[in-house]
């Protein structure tokens, strides 16, 4: 590989797990290193890897080398895509950030309602049928094969807790290991203190399916104004949005799933020589706060939603698969194509 093409890659890759606030960390390091061209997740080394290298690497055609080059995606933290990034990007620095197991896992299956994947059911329903949900909370497991693969010193562990009690020392730790000046998050006035959320199952798990297929179909010929667009117009959350809320967890699910991540923690407790006992205690009830539009508002969502998705499918933009690997998998691809229509 040339000089000139190895420059064009990322030497910093945030693998993630999912559902991590890898986007709050993205928007903190936009204007200060050089992320993808517009878009925040390429999914290149999951879900886009059949596009090719070349593909990946017009992400960075803007990058002149004067900044470091970083890419962050919550989907690398499987197996496959480290062993592809360490192919790529031998030399490649590694940020990973852990959460409570059993607040993730709920996260996890909240956006697979969202995207459609995940058929009309249960928290537990939903757990039993994929069960590789849980794949990415063994993470003394999978930190164990990055150290193995990429080095210790090159494979920074943060913790999800730190980024929303200490979000200042969190972001301190990652620009002190990428190698750039410290960021004054009290100069990021932009930033919500939220990390993506969502608070609704969707009312119709076609529509939702249908529309995360556009989306991805979209990403994929990287026509990524046009999915910022949609996105701005409330579209994506039009179609995965708008069912019934999601219920917290009740205390004895909780229990249920901190006895079951008990030996995980403690691994990880003993990897990296840390106190986790907040894993360990029942979570307190959190309210769901559920928002309102008007019926007219909704109304022109639903016309102008049907008007966008059918155009699309009418040009026949979306024919079969974009691809067999669920990005929203975190062990073993499933049976079912993702973005079958």
Sequence with gaps: MSPTVRRKLPEIVGVGPGRTGSTWLHRVLEGHVDLPHGIKETQFFSTFFYKGIDWYMRHFRYATGERKIVDICPYYFKVEARDRIKAFIPDARIITTMRDPVDRLYSIYKLMRHCGTARRGSFEETLK????????????????????????????????????????????????????????????SHLSD????????????????????????LRGHQAYRVVSLLERL??????????????????EQDARLRERFLPEIE????????????????????????????????????????AVLGGLLALGMIQTAVSPTNPFDELTPQSEPFYRL
């Design 129 to 188: 049928g994929w069960p590789s949900m849980a794949g990415g909370n063994r993470y003394a497991f999978h930190l164990k094969a990055w150290f193995d693969t990429f080095g210790r010193e090159n494979v920074l562990v943060t913790l999800y807790d730190e980024l929303r009690a200490e979000p200042q020392s969190y972001v301190n730790r990652v620009t002190d290991f990428i190698g750039i000046e410290r960021i004054r998050l009290a100069e990021k």
């Design 194 to 217: 939220e990390t993506n959320s969502f608070a609704r199952a969707p009312r119709n798990r076609k529509l939702a399916r249908r529309g995360t297929a556009v989306k991805y179909w």
């Design 234 to 251: 409330g579209v994506w959350e039009f179609c995965g949005g708008r069912g019934e809320p999601f219920p917290n967890l009740t205390p």
């Design 267 to 306: 691994a990880l407790e003993e990897m990296l020589m840390i106190d986790l006992s907040a894993w360990k205690k029942p979570r307190v009830a959190r309210r769901v706060s559920v928002e309102r539009t008007s019926v007219r508002a909704e109304y022109l969502r639903v016309a102008f939603t049907a």
